[in-house]
């Protein structure tokens, strides 16, 4: 769910059925969707594409309009009434929670939105598995610079950076203030950078943990542990919250063997399967898991220090003429009034009132402020995030919408004469009309959902093949009071953060 750059990190796949790579296609048998034009002629050529992309976006895809028919710049816009109309009932920690998983299982640098790729050169350099590779990178004694040095490498510990001399922390950054992390755009922007400072804490105090409890590889059981709950929490948490329960159940079953054994099977492997090693299928990542863009709010109220009488708004970010550059946007140290306080943004014993704040809903209108990104000129196609999404679409050779339905058996929602059967687009509208936009509908649930169990499945270091029955209530470096405190044995998100110590609370912060 990244919400990308003009050198846009994707990838093409080869059509072929009998290629397996680090890349394919769920479809391959489908043909690829372009729209038209008035004369029902393809649109083929770069400038009338991304024309045509850009009209899209710009017509079907904004939630606020102002009467000219442009975009309402993010800074404008009544947060309060937009959480009345578009907001779903997913706390909006969620959001960032999916670019942070997005970010642990795909990234290939060689790539551009700007070109075709070369089948011969497509490489998958993150590993799609939910390893968080994102934040060890390859270690400690790889590199080191991520560790703390003072420390021998079967004790690592991250580093970790202090806000204006604060106790809360920022990630360690270097003397242009780039973060030093696994992933350079988990400093995208303060949300995500602030979930990988709560992730690099919690490595830590599990590293504690197994050096009290005297554990020989204190750094190994702290990364397996945190890896486990991890992926327990993507699970049982995130994709619970996001796909059909129907489906949820079908897609990843636990089973108790006539012995007694554990066993976990997959119940979509017609949709997802491989035959040497789990694929990345671009239809999950150039369409479906890209729902989350409709999920990002426009501002957010980041935590109690910007004071109790007057907390306001502040944008993800703000690319309008004469913006004040008080927003969240990243690759910056973040600032004291932008370090998130975690109670507003997921369900917690201390949230109060109007929090958790609230995802906007799974629906086809995305946020202004992703119409005013940071990388070039407003409004740009390539600054006009729908824009860019339905383009890169095309461009992966994405069969449609409606043509992905009927090959899973399903008969397509309707879509207007003007819509376009963009697979993402579809899957966006299917939300919106079947599950009003609190989760995904039946196509864009059954592809997200085979893709997660498929890959927790083909990863032999997964929790459910090195240890089937393990749970985070079981495992001796987690504490009773981390799970959800108002329904025990229940373990979220949240957990993690309790186990970082971030701050959860206005008490918390100086």
Known sequence: MTHGSAATHEVTAPRSRFYQGPFGRLFDDLEPWRPVSATGVPITDGPALEAWCLNAANTLMIEKLQPDGTPTPPRDIDEDAMDAEFGSAIPAGYTYFGQFIDHDITFDPTSSLQRQNDPNRLFNFRTPRFDLDNLYGRGPDDQPYLYDTDLPSSRAKFLLD????????????NSKGRALIGDPRNDENSIVSQLHVAFLAAHNALVDRAVADAHPEPFAAART?????????????????????????VALQKETTADGRTTWTRGLDD?????????????????????????????YKTNFH????????????????????????????????NAVEWDWFLRMTTSIGEFPQKAHRIDTKLTNALAFLHEGEVGAANNVLASRNLLRGIRLELPSGPDVARRLGLAPIPLGPEEPASLWYYILKEAETTADGNHLGTVGSIIVASVFAGLLAGDPQSWI?????????????????????????????????????VPTSAGQFP
């Open 271 to 299: 949709v997802y399967d491989w035959r040497d090693r789990p694929f990345m299928p671009v239809e999950f990542a150039g369409a479906a898991y890209r729902f989350g863009h409709s999920m990002v709010r426009s501002k």
């Open 465 to 501: 093949n090195v240890q089937p029955a393990w749970t985070p209530g079981a495992d001796p470096l987690l504490r009773p009071g981390e799970d959800d405190v108002d329904s025990p044995g229940r373990w979220e998100l949240a957990s993690i953060i309790r186990v970082a110590g």
């Open 162 to 173: 202090t806000i204006d001399g604060t106790s809360v922390h920022d990630l360690p950054r």
């Open 306 to 337: 910007r004071g109790a009488a007057d907390i306001h708004f502040v944008p993800i970010f703000d690319n309008t003429i004469g913006a004040p550059g008080d927003d969240l946007r990243g690759f910056r140290p973040v600032d004291i009034l």
């Open 225 to 249: 542990t945190l890896r486990w709950l991890y992926q327990w929490v993507v699970w049982r948490d995130f994709v619970k919250r996001i796909v059909d329960p129907v489906i949820h159940d």
